[in-house]
């Protein structure tokens, strides 16, 4: 799988444009943004490493997880998920001409991942927290037609979306959903936690709806992966006002055994580290160094492959999986 597959790079570039202008709309008073301590540790022991679109983002001397401090408040946040320009950019433009792609490179193989983990068991409540569209559900439901799918979506027109496709939806921000204490078996979110005001609430509350011996599963961004690493400040994936939160395996265990879960798996399992890198660098959104430069000149494809291979064993890739066990 290459970058391409996934995401159209000059639309990409459109929405990245359209976000940075968001932060000067939607968070010019900067008397409200608060210092935090670590959202994954809750150390004071951080110092600050660079600023991006007027966000400055700190870097935690105790657990390496980089976030945004100070933070800008919940109501700022509100409005700007709520009318932003580059939030619904990213819905109608940039994601829907990507939707099936990202079924079949994405969430088909996300659905057998979780069909396959719980192989085992039968009749499983599972609810897709930011379930968007559906489509995880929808190939879920292929697969494990036994399963009682929920599709937790705030959105009113992503939740029809869902309800349109015969989906169970609960129409609400998950820490807004107060009538399913203990109900659900896994509780699933891609792409979420990077982009959680408070990502601790977030975990007190999926504990909160799991049974016991519940299982949450989600991805995330890596801080300490290769891409953002190597791209740093530069990275396209660091874009606030969106992306917020860079926890890495050990900082996102920290965080979940804080707050009754158990980790389970704390793995990067992302394969575009490289290709995401060298098409940074062909792009010229920054100079290699040199090491990086020469890889890229003079190494063949499948010795690139080779690289990526190492990156995700070992840990390093930017795209991560936690599966955790309420406690």
Not at 163 to 191: M, R, T, W
Not at 208 to 229: A, E, H, S, Y
Not at 267 to 288: R, Y
Request: hydrophobic residues 35%.
């Amino acid at each position: 799988m290459k970058e391409s597959d996934i995401r159209n790079r000059e639309v990409f570039n459109k929405y990245l444009e359209l976000s940075a202008k968001d932060a000067v709309v939607y968070f010019s008073e900067k008397e409200k943004f608060s210092a935090i301590q670590c959202p994954a540790c809750k150390s004071d022991n951080a110092e600050f490493s660079f600023e991006k679109n007027g966000f400055s983002y700190s870097n935690c001397n105790e657990c390496d997880t980089l976030y945004v401090n100070p933070r800008p408040s919940l109501e700022q946040y509100e409005k700007f998920y709520a009318d932003s320009p580059s939030t619904s950019f990213w819905v109608n433009d940039f994601f829907k001409p990507v939707a099936e792609a990202r079924r079949e490179k994405m969430f088909r193989p996300r659905a057998e991942f979780i069909a396959d983990y719980f192989k085992d068991s039968q009749n499983l409540v599972i609810g897709d927290i930011g379930a968007g569209f559906g489509i995880f559900l929808e190939e879920l439901k292929k697969v494990r037609s036994d399963f009682d799918l929920f599709a937790i979506e705030p959105s009113h027109e992503m939740a029809e979306i869902c309800q349109s496709k015969g989906l169970q939806v609960i129409p609400k921000l998950i820490e807004d959903v107060n009538d399913h204490d203990g109900y659900f078996d896994v509780l699933i979110a891609f792409e979420l936690f990077e982009h959680l005001h408070n990502p601790e609430v977030f975990v007190k509350k999926c504990h909160t709806l799991l049974k016991p011996g519940g299982i949450l599963f989600f991805t995330t961004l890596n801080g300490l992966g290769f891409d953002i690493q190597v791209l740093w400040d530069k990275s396209n994936s660091v874009s606030p006002p969106h992306h917020i939160n860079f926890f890495n395996p050990g900082s996102a265990s920290i965080l979940l055994n804080n707050n009754g879960f158990e980790t389970v798996e704390a793995s990067t399992p992302g394969k575009l580290d490289w290709d995401i890198v060298e098409s940074g660098f062909k792009n010229g959104d920054k100079t290699p160094d040199r090491i990086w430069r020469t890889i890229s000149k003079h190494v063949s494809s499948d010795m690139k492959s080779n690289l990526q291979k190492w990156i995700t064993e070992s840990n390093m890739s930017s795209h991560m999986r936690i599966i955790a066990k309420k406690r």
